[in-house]
T-cell receptor, first 115, second 114 residues
């Protein structure tokens, strides 16, 4: 389809394992966001890219979290040495422009469970 | 204080009922907001925008009270399909950035029963 695509949809990781979550935004979308949504909570901002530039990473909870978007399209969120508190849905979103007036489209999320 | 606060509910209402949710926000500079809807195990989707002048879309009415810093969502004639989590959203961070970053409330769970 033409929407935001995320993979894997579900991931079970053993504590201490590294994981990589992929996001394919809508083609041509300049802005890309990652959010973390814990059970029973609203999504929490992690990081923002404008094309390939990571302009805001203020929401990344620790240095174990790393995101990249090297060619300004596909993005990867990497979590090193996963811990149980990392269990959450990781949502990717994109928008055509870079202003607050642009409609933001979310992917269905990657469900991460750390055991 | 959280930037956006909502009563998590749950709200359980019969079909046809009118239900209202409130949301309070802390950023006095914010001038518009969103209500998003999130179905179970699905992504959030934009329901409607909220401005000072209010906004109405069919059975849904959203109001913004800037003096008291709260936003409301009113759903009339509730349908079974309205069952979802409703998220109140501030599109401008407390840092004043306006590139589209969204600050979400916790969400209010609505269940409409027959």
């Amino acid at each position: 389809g033409a929407g935001v695509s995320q993979s894997p949809r579900y991931k079970v990781a053993k504590r201490g394992q590294d994981v990589a979550l992929r996001c394919d935004p809508i083609s041509g979308h300049v802005s890309l966001f990652w959010y973390q949504q814990a059970l029973g909570q609203g999504p929490e901002f992690l990081t923002y890219f404008q094309n390939e530039a990571q302009l805001d990473k203020s929401g990344l909870p620790s240095d174990r979290f790393f995101a990249e978007r090297p060619e300004g399209s596909v993005s990867t969120l990497k979590i090193q040495r996963t811990q149980q508190e990392d269990s959450a849905v990781y949502l990717c979103a994109s928008s055509l422009g870079s202003g607050s007036g642009n409609t933001i489209y979310f992917g269905e999320g990657s469900w991460l469970t750390v055991v | 204080r959280k930037e956006v606060e909502q009563d998590p509910g749950p709200f359980n209402v019969p079909e046809g009922a009118t239900v209202a949710f409130n949301c309070t926000y802390s950023n006095s500079a914010s001038q518009s907001f969103f209500w998003y809807r999130q179905d179970c195990r699905k992504e959030p989707k934009l329901l409607m925008s909220v401005y000072s002048s209010g906004n109405e879309d069919g059975r849904f009415t959203a109001q913004l009270n800037r003096a008291s810093q709260y936003i409301s969502l009113l759903i009339r004639d509730s349908k079974l399909s309205d069952s979802a989590t409703y998220l109140c959203v501030d599109p401008i961070s407390t840092g004043g950035t306006s590139y589209g970053k969204l600050t979400f409330g916790q969400g209010t769970i609505l269940t409409v029963h027959p």
